[in-house]
Nanobody, 127 residues
Framework: QVQLVESGGGLVQAGGSLRLSCVAS????????MGWFRQAPGKEREFVSV????????RYADSVKGRFTISRDDAKNTVFLQMNSLKPEDTAVYYC????????????????????WGQGTQVTVSS
């Protein structure tokens, strides 16, 4: 059974930084893409970023490109999301996701493509 546990959320002022972590368990971590989605109050859940199984390919939502960086440490079964230059509109619950296709050739950015989700971690950016 795949489990994802996020941490690192919190309250930060605009312009500040946070680093989210997600530890995965239950299968061979290095074989699967990992990513992040977020959901702001009153809004639909949206794609943030994904990193493929090898770590060689990443993708970002336009709204976070140039400010957020996704990375993975396969030795620690952990995926990270470094968030810099945070804005109030980044306020949301951030969810870690794990792909269900081993050694996937393409990058998934749709919610329905992910079967495994963490419980979420709150990020609040004050103005």
């Amino acid at each position: 059974q795949v489990q994802l546990v996020e941490s690192g959320g919190g309250l930060v002022q605009a312009g500040g930084s946070l680093r989210l972590s997600c530890v995965a368990s239950g299968r061979t971590f290095s074989h699967y893409a990992m990513g992040w989605f977020r959901q702001a109050p009153g809004k639909e859940r949206e794609f943030v970023s994904v990193i493929n199984w090898s770590g060689e390919s990443t993708r970002y939502a336009d709204s976070v490109k140039g400010r957020f960086t996704i990375s993975r440490d396969d030795a620690k079964n952990t995926v990270f999301l470094q968030m810099n230059s945070l804005k109030p509109e980044d306020t949301a619950v951030y969810y870690c996701v794990a792909d269900n296709i081993e050694f996937a050739l393409s990058i998934a950015t749709m919610q329905r493509e992910y079967d495994y989700w963490g419980q979420g971690t709150q990020v609040t950016v004050s103005s």
